[in-house]
């Protein structure tokens, strides 16, 4: 089954301890990204991937990092994470950046 | 700049009543439009899309027609059902641009 794999799907964490948001596809898409979610503000990109070891800033990128090291591969990492950064976090994956993006099920975070 | 601009939520509506949620947007290109929605406590999935001025996507009994004179995308369908109770986002993707922007969002519920 063609999927986008996220864990976990939920984490509370304190300020300032490092947290990795895992991402997987099984689908060979060259195009990842992550987005955050916010009530009134829909969704948001804060990272994306064209390829292995190509990555870009989306719009709202402070504060996290990512990596590409595999294809199917697109961690999100939040090195000192802040209460603001408390959110729903979705990564989805296409063919490219100009097809149909396939969403994984959301990582909801909490950061007291 | 690129935007989406959606009808505000949240809708009610009773089953079988008529939908209409409107979205506009603002592209400096010629941009694909999507509607995707989110149900309760899962990801986002592709209900439909319009890639070029007046086509008409359709799926599940919803349908869209993208309007390039009135820069609309809205969605519409023409019974509704309990099930279709979701969050919807419209959707906009500049070819090249790398990423979707995704309007605020419109929740939906349908009493029975």
């Known amino acids: 089954e063609a999927q986008v794999t996220q864990n976990p799907r939920y984490l509370i964490t304190v300020t300032g301890k490092k947290l990795t948001v895992t991402c997987s596809q099984n689908?060979?898409?060259?195009?990842m990204s992550w987005y955050r979610q916010d009530p009134g503000l829909g969704l948001r990109q804060i990272y994306y991937?064209?390829?292995?070891?190509?990555?870009d800033k989306g719009d709202v990128p402070e504060g996290y990092k990512v990596s590409r090291k595999e294809k199917r591969n697109f961690p999100l990492i939040l090195e000192s994470p802040s209460p603001n950064q408390t959110s729903l976090y979705f990564c989805?994956?296409?063919?490219?950046?100009?097809?149909?993006?396939?969403f994984g099920q959301g990582t909801r975070l909490t950061v007291v | 700049g690129n935007s989406v601009t959606q009808m505000e939520g949240p809708v009610t509506l009773s089953e079988e009543a008529f939908l209409t949620i409107n979205c506009t947007y603002t592209?400096?290109?010629?941009?694909?439009l999507f509607w995707y929605v989110q149900y309760p406590g899962e990801g986002l999935q592709l209900l439909l899309k319009?890639?070029?001025?007046?086509d008409k996507g359709s799926n599940k009994g919803f349908e869209a027609t993208y309007r390039k004179e009135t820069t609309s995308f809205h969605l519409e369908k023409g019974s509704v059902q309990v099930s279709d109770s979701a969050v919807y986002f419209c959707?906009?993707?500049?070819?090249?641009?790398?990423?979707?922007?995704f309007g605020q969002g419109t929740r939906l519920t349908i009493n029975p």
């Open positions: 989805a994956s296409s063919m490219t950046g100009a097809t149909e993006a396939f």
């Open positions: 959707a906009l993707l500049i070819q090249g641009a790398q990423k979707l922007v």
């Open positions: 592209a400096t290109g010629y941009p694909s």
């Open positions: 991937s064209m390829n292995v070891e190509v990555t």
């Open positions: 689908m060979n898409h060259e195009y």
């Open positions: 319009a890639t070029k001025a007046d």
